[in-house]
């Protein structure tokens, strides 16, 4: 048997395919801008140009003639929008967007307090405070009565329980679930009042 000897073959050519840089960076954009628009037509909009719909290598030209770029800012409707801006300036907007987006999004906070069906009153005073330290301070409260082996034949006691609780808790929030019976827990879920 006769061994060929080793010949290193590099990278493949890829078949009409630019500079492996650009491709990379095709990846990590989430708009497709200039050359990477594939549309035929698009609807230009934005301050310095006059809207309407376009001729790709207008738009281009357009966008040449500005020195800026032309950003596909709607790819799905028909024709494409697109606006023409500078890319790094549009993607900084975005992003400073969604920070104040997500600033503004509340997050619902949900504090568990577990009762047994035969909670003595020291325990439930004690945590009727917290619950209501929980509900001023915006979060929802769920209460839960567990079952332990034998003691679900107390059901009607862990509901009576409950219910006292969203009763003595009237004031500070309002019963969003009754009591239900999921597997060995019964639930009450209770949110803050708005101030």
């Given at each position: 048997?006769?061994?060929?000897?080793?010949?290193?073959?590099?990278p493949r050519p890829r078949?009409?395919?630019g500079p492996r840089r650009n491709d990379r960076n095709a990846a990590k954009d989430p708009y497709n801008t200039?050359?990477?628009?594939?549309?035929?037509?698009?609807?230009?909009v934005g301050d310095n140009v006059e809207p309407g719909i376009?001729?790709?290598q207008e738009a281009l030209?357009?966008?040449e003639e500005l020195e800026l770029d032309l950003i596909e800012i709607s790819p799905t409707a028909e024709p494409p929008v697109c606006k023409i801006l500078d890319y790094q300036k549009f993607l900084y907007q975005q992003k400073?967007?969604?920070?104040e987006q997500k600033a503004k999004a509340t997050k619902v906070v949900v504090k568990e307090i577990r009762f047994g069906p035969q909670t003595d009153d020291h325990d439930y005073n004690f945590k009727l405070k917290h619950a209501i330290g929980f509900l001023q301070e915006g979060s929802k409260v769920?209460?839960?009565?567990?079952?332990?082996?034998?003691?679900?034949l107390f059901k009607e006691q862990g509901e009576v329980l409950l219910l006292r609780f969203a009763n003595d808790l009237e004031e500070y929030g309002?019963?969003?679930q009754m009591p239900v019976l999921e597997g060995k827990r019964m639930i009450i879920m209770i949110s803050p009042k708005k101030k």
């Open positions: 048997m006769e061994k060929k000897p080793f010949v290193p073959q590099g078949p009409n395919q200039n050359e990477r628009i594939r549309a035929r037509e698009v609807r230009l376009y001729t790709i030209r357009k966008a400073k967007r969604q920070k769920k209460a839960y009565v567990f079952f332990k082996g034998r003691a679900i309002k019963v969003e």
